[in-house]
């Protein structure tokens, strides 16, 4: 397996440092550094990434520390999809396939033709996605990983709306994210959800449908 970090948010957005071949990366604003951030937050070197048998890991080395997924720490072991924040900066730790292995087992979202009810993701680091809604009757939307549907977007808040569903459909409500919560455009703090309704949340972009 081999990995990969992707700049999602701050200058350089969309850049991509591997991180094969060596034990332990750096990540930081000095010129040496391995993944160069060009950022006044953050330390020449901020952090740096060990590899012990396959098993990655993220320790603070400025002081200052960093952002796992939206909680401050010092030290983190990396999974795939896992957000880092370094000053301005906000990375994304991709695992990537090892030449000549077996393709991984399709984890990918149902499509939406597979799915009665739900969200599909039409804009932000999302799009293409399908979440499912008719497996429970509440579910919290955000940025937080402790969500039920996690939006990969540093815009939401890590806990920013509800959708509950009743004897007629889904209801959304605001949980007072920072950004607001928008339907079709509008700013909302509670309504009812009809198919084909756009729901906005930071700059993700999310239909609703139901048959």
Request: aromatic letters at 6%; charged letters at 25%.
């Amino acid at each position: 397996m081999t990995w990969k970090l992707v700049v999602v948010a701050g200058k350089g957005r969309g850049t991509e440092f591997g991180l094969g071949g060596k034990p332990v990366f750096d990540v930081g604003s000095a010129p040496t550094a391995d993944a160069r951030l060009e950022d006044a937050d953050v330390a020449p070197v901020h952090v740096k990434i060990n590899d012990a048998a396959g098993e990655l890991s993220a320790f603070d080395v400025s002081g200052r520390g960093f952002l796992h997924n939206g909680k401050r720490t010092l030290k983190s072991v990396l999974r795939d999809g896992d957000l880092l924040r370094l000053g301005q900066h906000e990375l994304r730790f991709v695992a990537l396939a090892a030449p000549g292995a077996a393709p991984a087992e399709d984890t990918a979202p149902p499509v939406a033709s597979e799915i009665r009810c739900g969200l599909r993701a039409l804009k932000g680091n999302d799009a293409g996605k399908s979440f499912d809604l008719g497996s429970k009757d509440m579910f919290i939307l955000g940025r937080g990983v402790a969500t039920d549907i996690t939006v990969w977007d540093i815009r939401a808040s890590r806990v920013h709306c509800r959708i509950d569903h009743d004897a007629t459909g889904h209801t959304i409500t605001d949980l007072n994210a920072s950004n607001g919560t928008y339907v079709n455009g509008e700013k909302v703090e509670h309504v009812r959800l009809k198919p084909g309704d756009e729901i906005k949340i930071g700059s993700t972009v999310l239909q609703y449908f139901s048959e």
